[in-house]
């Protein structure tokens, strides 16, 4: 049974910083790209980080350059490592993974983050 499991979410000031981790198990970690995504209150979900399999790494517009993507194949776990944050990045953030070869798509069970004073 595959299993991504979120942690580390929470509550943080604007500028404070915090990190999630998405601990995997059921699945062949290095067979799958990896994704952040977060859903606001009445809006879409939305991609925020991804990470391939050979670590290759994009991000969203909003959060380039205060968001760090990165993952351990060791510990089949990715981080999301989240800096200067607004409290535009209030959001439940989810991980994904990918697998690529065949093309099926898994889903963490998100956790909250919030950002305000």
């Known amino acids: 049974q595959v299993q991504l499991v979120e942690s580390g979410g929470g509550l943080v000031q604007p500028g404070g910083s915090l990190s999630l981790s998405c601990a995997t198990s059921?699945?062949?970690?290095?067979?799958?790209?990896m994704s952040w995504h977060r859903q606001a209150p009445g809006k879409e979900r939305e991609l925020v980080a991804h990470?391939?399999?050979?670590?290759?790494?994009n991000y969203a517009v909003s959060v380039k350059g205060r968001f760090t993507i990165s993952r351990d194949n060791a510990k089949n776990t990715v981080y999301l490592q989240m800096a200067s944050l607004k409290p535009e990045d209030t959001a439940v953030y989810f991980c994904?993974?990918?697998?690529?070869?065949?093309?099926?798509?898994?889903w963490g069970q998100g956790t909250q983050v919030t950002v305000s004073s």
């Open positions: 994904n993974a990918w697998d690529v070869l065949n093309g099926i798509n898994y």
């Open positions: 059921g699945l062949t970690f290095s067979n799958h790209a």
């Open positions: 990470i391939s399999r050979a670590g290759a790494t």
